[in-house]
């Protein structure tokens, strides 16, 4: 079945340092979004991506959606206390629409 | 109402008992989903309803687990014997048309002693 895997598991970085986290998909995806959990809270959503080679931002949030729609990656620049959380990434298959899956997730702590 | 609402919160049960959890979804989403966490790792995914039928249940583990949606709005997870292991997290989430951003809510830890 569908599988996303999600790399590092864990990123411990000082403030003002960059942080990136990379998925990646058994399968070719219909979109990929992202969704950013508070310790002790639920998944909210940042983003999602569609097309092909796609790049989005956010103020300094960058995601990209590779080109074989097969990876993804969230890249924060100048990390703050704020960015605190699990970041994860969960995928739609194109002939399972409405399923989506998600990655293990990676934890960003900042140390200020 | 304003938000994804999940009750209850907090449930304590022992082995082998019947639990259920329920989800009121956001006014007017069509979609809504099941997942459950475990520490650590992300949502799984358990079953998604479009309307009041379910679009995809794949990913119910057992014939233990059950999910209605007699309405297409309120949806209710039903849990048959339960056993230590279905200790978790039950993330209820809506979306608008069944594509685009997932709505969550708080979730109800389930715990079985």
């Known amino acids: 079945g569908q599988q996303v895997m999600q790399i590092p598991q864990y990123q411990h970085v000082q403030e003002g340092e960059d942080f990136t986290t990379y998925c990646n998909s058994s399968?070719?995806?219909?979109?990929i979004q992202w969704y950013k959990q508070r310790p002790g809270g639920h998944p909210v959503f940042l983003i999602q991506?569609?097309?092909?080679?796609e790049v989005k931002k956010q103020k300094r949030l960058t995601f990209q959606f590779g080109e074989a729609k097969k990876n993804s990656s969230l890249h924060i620049t100048a990390t703050q206390t704020t960015d605190v959380g699990t970041y994860f990434c969960?995928?739609?298959?194109?002939?399972?629409?409405?399923?989506?899956?998600f990655g293990q997730g990676t934890e960003l702590s900042v140390k200020p | 109402g304003a938000g994804v609402s999940q009750t209850p919160s907090n449930k304590v049960t022992e082995k082998g008992k019947y639990v259920e959890l329920r989800c009121d979804p956001i006014?007017?989403?069509?979609?809504l989903y099941w997942y459950r966490q475990s520490l650590g790792q992300g949502p799984e995914f358990l079953i998604y309803f479009q309307g009041t039928g379910a679009a995809d249940d794949s990913g119910l583990p057992n014939d233990r687990f059950f999910a209605v949606r007699p309405e297409g709005s309120v949806s209710t997870l039903k849990i048959q014997r339960t056993e230590r292991g279905d200790s978790a997290v039950y993330l209820c989430a809506s979306s608008r048309g069944g594509t685009g951003e997932l709505f969550f809510g708080e979730g109800s830890r389930l715990t079985v002693l």
């Open positions: 991506l569609v097309k092909s080679g």
């Open positions: 399968t070719t995806l219909s979109n």
């Open positions: 969960a995928g739609e298959n194109y002939n399972q629409g409405g399923k989506l899956i």
């Open positions: 006014s007017g989403h069509t979609a």
